[in-house]
């Protein structure tokens, strides 16, 4: 299972670090992904982390993934955050750092339960 957390609201320019932790997998060999829908919108790629790091270009250089393999905990940490971020975030995980879709909601089978967050301008 996955379990995201670390949402909530800040105002614009705020900061917020998002977690995705694992529970009877070891994400260390997995490709894990962030996704967001904001009300009303499909579900969308926000980041990614397997060999590399991939970035969705409405947030490249402002979000940063990365993991922490000892807590099997993957980060997003959000700086510079604007109101069009608000949105209920998602971890993913596929078993594998190689997807064929790994932009898609497609290339991922593990879902955790979502995480709000809220910019205010």
């Known amino acids: 299972q996955l379990q995201a957390s670390g949402g909530g609201s800040v105002q614009a320019g705020g900061s917020l670090r998002l977690s995705c932790a694992a529970s009877?997998?070891?994400?260390?060999?997995?490709?894990v992904g962030w996704f967001r829908q904001a009300p009303g919108k499909e579900r969308e790629f926000v980041a990614a982390?397997?060999?590399?790091?991939d970035y969705a270009d409405s947030v490249k250089g402002r979000f940063t993934i990365s993991r922490d393999n000892a807590k099997n905990t993957v980060y997003l940490q959000m700086d510079s955050l604007k109101p069009e971020d608000t949105a209920v975030y998602y971890c993913?995980?596929?078993?594998?750092?190689?997807?064929?879709?790994?932009?898609?909601?497609?290339?991922?089978?593990?879902w955790g339960q979502g995480t709000q967050v809220t910019v205010s301008s």
């Open positions: 009877g997998r070891t994400l260390t060999s997995y490709r």
């Open positions: 993913a995980a596929n078993p594998s750092r190689y997807s064929a879709y790994p932009r898609s909601t497609e290339g991922y089978v593990y």
């Open positions: 982390i397997s060999w590399s790091t």
